[in-house]
């Protein structure tokens, strides 16, 4: 067994786009060898701006054989008095079997003349030619490109070559009139042009003495270390920043840069966004205060030179952030807010008018909850959209993912007021998904987001599986977050007016979101959704009981799943409009055990779940189930009598409606 190498070269590919083209390009192999039955030990993966590659060890040189059975001609017409016909001869010679090789199978009431047919497993080179195009044309993603005239393949980026090797063997086919060699090529400006690899096992060092840094996480971690020996100098930690550098880059070289210092008086997060938004530059702080040196992971060795260029392009980024900011300052609050109704929001709604909706739906919101600063937040919600009418963010393209701090800023700086610094810190709140830190501010982000939910379902606008221009997902998924996250309780439903068709919808996405991000089962989310509690934190937190409590005490867990599927499997098409429960037709003790157990528990099940008190709530279960075994092993509920009958599925129903307090069982997988 050798190890196995491919390589794809390409044109630059952009940076967001290669770990995911790494990936399904490895998918899509190692799925193709597996099925071909193909044996290997282990595999990798490496990526760089300029190719993607897979090095699979020790790959069996060639597939398993298969056994199929094939089925052919009826057995009488294969066979004549026990003598082979020329049909039956035929069918042998067409799978490479002798006729004594042939036996009867029954197939649907016939009978028919079988063989196993053995297909010789193919050679990695055979699988390859075959299936390289099939491969590359499997892998998904936004934007692909044509680059040949009299050809439909599109792809990413245009493929220069193409590196196939078993051991030290070229695997040869041709591909876009691209053949296939032992050659790659190495950084584009450091090395010199073509570079052989003589083995598979040479790849990742021939490359690395060539500057090419093949394994992306060995990249990642390079420039981690980069920018870690900055000392005293503590690099802004953004990962999503630093991942793009490292999709940008073949060998990360550092260089360390300085801006004047009359642009530190600019908010901090506009000189981080500017050096970010377009020339992706990492901010450098000293004892936590933002510096005016700055850091840049080049593609290539730095000089004097580079470094003075790097700091030009950044002067005109930060002489632009100046300008817009001290334009902005130039206006008042008021101004700021009559500003407002020239933009629109959606349709028929200008932000003003969204302004005005936040502000009525915090004061009904108050009614319920009382445990905040109302005048404050009104106050903070007068002016947290004022940054939309800003030159910052209405000219400063590369400033909008600052909406919020923006405003907040302006407050800080324009309001005449005591409380100034806190409207201010509830304005950037709203924006702080992962860590708000008011209370103001996490309910303004739950308010904001709910009216924008509310008003863009009333336009009739709707989801259509990934397709959601308007982002309602993603503003739904925040809600969630901050709810979620910071253990807030309240009653969605009546807490926003919601109308039906919006309920549905939050449940919708509440059960996406619990199985996406969270990564709870499919079927113990269902169970919660589908009792439909109007406090978000609630479903999380019995979605989560039931996950822990499931690996805890399986057993008991599935006795629960069991009895309950057994219960609503016979009462599931049962209408009972014009029956109810009456314990005086009980015939057996078996009902009015099982009647009493539950009797006895409902009101003591109600006050432990308003207590949260989960376990105590399943332990009950446990004891009621118990009964519910019972009544199943003594008593027929569709005996012929209609009223026992009926009675006898009222018990049943009250039974679930027991067990559907804290979830519905039957919905779980067991």
């Keep these: 067994m050798r190890h196995f190498l491919i390589e794809v070269g390409t044109e630059e590919i952009p940076a967001f786009e290669i770990e995911e083209i790494e990936k399904q390009f490895s998918e899509n192999l190692i799925r193709l060898l597996k099925d071909e039955g193909f044996n290997f030990s282990d595999f990798r993966t490496f990526s760089t701006p300029r190719r993607f590659a897979v090095l699979i060890y020790n790959l069996s040189e060639r597939g398993k054989d298969k056994v199929i059975e094939k089925i052919g001609p009826p057995y009488e017409v294969a066979f004549k008095e026990g003598r082979p016909t020329q049909s039956a001869i035929g069918f042998a010679k067409s799978i490479n079997l002798s006729v004594e090789d042939l036996y009867k199978v029954e197939k649907n009431g016939k009978f028919y003349v079988a063989g196993k047919q053995i297909i010789k497993g193919k050679t990695i080179n055979q699988v390859i030619s075959e299936n390289f195009e099939n491969i590359i044309r499997n892998i998904k993603v936004k934007k692909l490109m044509f680059w040949l005239e009299n050809n439909n393949f599109k792809f990413i980026r245009p493929i220069r070559w193409i590196l196939c090797l078993y051991g030290d063997e070229v695997i040869s086919f041709e591909f876009l009139n691209i053949k296939s060699s032992n050659y790659t090529y190495g950084h584009r400006i450091l090395s010199s042009g073509k570079i052989e690899i003589k083995n598979a096992n040479d790849y990742e060092n021939v490359l690395k003495q060539n500057f090419v840094i093949v394994d992306s996480k060995s990249r990642y971690e390079m420039i981690l270390k980069l920018i870690e020996d900055i000392k005293p100098l503590k690099a802004y930690f953004d990962e999503e920043l630093y991942r793009e550098i490292n999709g940008l880059v073949e060998y990360p070289f550092l260089a360390i840069c300085e801006f004047d210092e009359h642009y530190l008086e600019l908010p901090e997060k506009i000189i981080i966004t500017a050096m970010k938004a377009h020339q992706r530059y990492i901010a450098l702080f000293e004892s936590h205060k933002l510096t005016n040196k700055f850091a840049v992971i080049s593609n290539n060795k730095v000089n004097d030179e580079m470094k003075e260029n790097f700091a030009r392009v950044l002067k005109a980024r930060l002489e632009d952030a100046k300008f817009y900011f001290e334009n902005d300052l130039k206006k008042s609050l008021s101004s700021y807010i009559e500003d407002l109704k020239q933009i629109q929001f959606l349709e028929s709604l200008t932000i003003y008018d969204k302004v005005q909706n936040v502000l009525k739906r915090a004061e009904n919101f108050y009614k319920l909850y009382p445990y905040f600063d109302l005048d404050i937040l009104k106050e903070a ?62 309910l303004l982000a739950i308010i904001d987001r709910f009216d924008t939910i509310v008003s863009i379902l009333n336009t009739g606008y709707g989801m259509k599986g990934s397709y959601d221009p308007l982002g309602l997902k993603k503003i739904t998924y925040e809600v969630f977050k901050v709810i979620i996250e910071n253990s807030l309780d309240l009653n969605f439903i009546e807490a926003f007016e919601l109308n039906d068709e919006q309920i549905n919808f939050i449940y919708q996405r509440l059960e996406n979101y619990l199985i996406e991000k969270i990564g709870f089962d499919h079927d113990l989310v269902s169970a919660v959704i589908s009792i439909r509690l109007d406090n978000i934190n609630e479903v999380y937190r019995r979605v989560l009981f039931l996950s822990e409590i499931k690996k805890s005490e399986f057993n008991k867990f599935s006795d629960i799943v069991i009895a309950q599927k057994r219960a609503y499997h016979i009462i599931k098409n049962y209408s009972f409009e014009n029956y109810s429960l009456n314990p005086e037709l009980f015939e057996t003790f078996y009902e009015s055990e099982l009647y009493n157990s539950i009797k006895e528990n409902e009101h003591i099940v109600d006050e432990c779940l308003k207590k949260r008190h989960y376990k105590e ?25 209609d009223r026992i009958r009926n009675n006898r599925l009222c018990l049943l129903r009250k039974v679930k409606n027991l067990y559907d307090k804290l979830a519905d069982f039957s919905k779980i997988a067991i």
Aim: proline fraction near 1%; aromatic fraction near 14%.
């Design 381 to 442: 919600i007068k002016f947290y959209k004022i940054d939309l009418a800003s030159s910052m963010i209405r000219d400063g393209k590369e400033f909008t993912s600052l909406e919020g701090y923006i405003a907040s800023e302006y407050v800080k700086r324009l309001f005449k007021n005591e409380y100034a610094n806190k409207i201010s810190q509830i304005i950037y709140d709203w924006t702080l998904i992962d860590d708000p830190k008011t209370i103001e501010g996490k």
């Design 617 to 641: 709530v399943f332990d009950i279960l446990i004891t009621i189930k118990e009964n519910i075994d019972k009544f199943f092993d003594n008593v027929f509920v569709m005996v012929e009598n």
